[in-house]
C-alpha cells in the first residue's frame, strides 16, 4: 500500500509572469483519496495542479508536504513521492513506447545502481494496466491521440509514486478510453491506496469518480468537498455561468448536471417541466427509469 502523505496550500498564489491566475488557495488534499478540479476554462485549474506539482514557483503563499515546503524538498526525493502528468507532454523524437514509459523509473535510480528485474516489473505492470503492451516496440510519435495519452499514463504509473497528480487525462480519448482510465486510477487508488488529485472538464465524470471536489472561479476555491456538497445547480451556475438541473446519476447515485441550453429543453423558463412545478423532482423521479434502462438486463438494450 502507498504511505500516506499531507498536502496542502496556504494561501498560494501563482501564474505567469505579472498575471495572478491562482490568487490565495488555501487547500488540503484528503490523503488516500481520489480529488478532482473542475471549472470553467481559464479558471486557474491546471496552474494549480502545476504549482502543487512544482512545475510552477508559487509567488505569494506555499505548498507543503509532510510538514516541509515542497520548494525546500530535492527534486528526486520529490518525483519518488509525487508523480506528474501534464496536459500536453512532448515525447523526444522517435523513442519508443517501452523506453518512454521506462522513463518514469528515472526518480528510483541511483549513480551506481544498475537497471532491475524490479524496475522491468514495474514498466511491464504500468503498461498493462493502461493497455499498451501491444504497443511496446511502437514509436510514440507513430501513435494516435488516444495511444500517445495512454502510454503517457503508463509512465506516470511506472514512477510508482505515492502521490499522483494528472491534467485532464482523459484528453484525447474516446468515452470507451475515458471510463477504462478513469476506472484504471479507481483501482490504482483502491488497490494501492496512491493519492490521486486530478483535472476534468467533464463534471459529471468528475461527480462520479471524485472522493473530494474542487470548484474553481478566477482563481479561487468557490467550494470543496464529497461530489453531493459541491455540485448543485447553484454552484453551476457561479462556475459555469450555466442554467441547469441536478439529479442523481442513475448509474452511480451520484450529482449529475443536466445543462438547459437554449433549445431542446422541455424546462419553460419558469421552471416547469411539463406542468410541473417542481422539476428537480420531476426529474430525479426519471432515475429508477434511467436506471433500469441501463441494466445489462433491460431489453430496451436488447432492441435491434
Known amino acids: ?15 505567469y509572469g505579472a498575471r495572478v491566475v491562482v490568487d490565495g488557495v488555501d487547500l488540503v488534499v484528503p490523503s488516500g483519496r481520489i480529488s478532482v478540479i473542475v471549472g470553467a476554462n481559464a479558471c486557474g485549474k491546471s496552474t494549480l495542479l502545476k504549482t502543487i506539482a512544482r512545475l510552477l514557483p508559487a509567488q505569494d503563499g506555499a505548498v507543503v508536504l509532510d510538514g516541509r515546503r515542497i520548494d525546500t524538498i530535492p527534486t528526486k526525493e520529490l518525483a519518488r513521492t509525487l508523480g506528474l502528468l501534464p496536459q500536453q507532454p ?5 523513442i519508443v513506447v517501452t523506453d518512454l514509459v521506462g522513463r518514469g523509473r528515472h526518480p528510483h535510480q541511483k549513480l551506481f545502481r544498475p537497471w532491475t528485474t524490479a524496475d522491468d516489473q514495474a514498466v511491464t505492470s504500468a503498461m498493462a494496466a493502461a493497455g ?4 511496446a516496440d511502437r514509436a510514440v510519435d507513430e501513435l494516435s491521440g488516444g495511444q500517445r495519452q495512454r502510454v ?5 504509473l511506472a514512477q510508482s509514486t505515492d502521490v499522483l497528480l494528472l491534467d485532464e487525462p482523459t484528453t484525447f480519448l474516446d468515452v470507451s478510453h475515458q471510463i477504462e482510465v478513469l476506472d484504471l486510477l479507481t483501482d490504482l487508488n483502491r488497490t494501492r491506496g496512491t493519492t490521486i488529485v486530478m483535472v476534468l472538464h467533464d463534471i459529471n465524470l468528475a461527480a462520479r469518480y471524485a472522493d473530494h471536489m474542487v470548484a474553481l472561479r ?18 453551476v451556475r457561479e462556475v459555469f455561468a450555466l442554467d441547469s438541473l441536478v439529479v442523481p446519476d442513475p448509474v452511480s447515485g451520484a450529482p449529475m448536471v443536466l ?8 424546462i419553460a423558463p419558469g421552471g416547469a417541466l411539463d406542468g410541473v412545478a417542481d422539476p428537480s423532482s420531476a426529474a430525479a423521479s426519471l432515475a429508477p427509469a434511467l436506471s433500469s434502462a441501463l441494466s445489462p438486463t433491460s431489453d430496451v438494450l436488447e432492441r435491434p
Do not use: K
Open 218 to 235: 478566477a482563481g479561487r476555491v468557490v467550494a470543496d468537498g464529497p461530489p453531493h456538497a459541491v455540485v448543485t445547480a447553484e454552484l
Open 152 to 156: 503517457w499514463i503508463a509512465m506516470a
Open 90 to 94: 512532448v515525447a523526444p523524437e522517435g
Open 132 to 135: 499498451v503492451l501491444d504497443l
Open 1 to 15: 500500500m502507498s504511505a500516506q502523505h499531507e498536502i496542502r496550500t496556504e494561501q498560494l498564489r501563482s501564474g
Open 259 to 266: 445543462p438547459r441550453g437554449r433549445h431542446h429543453v422541455g
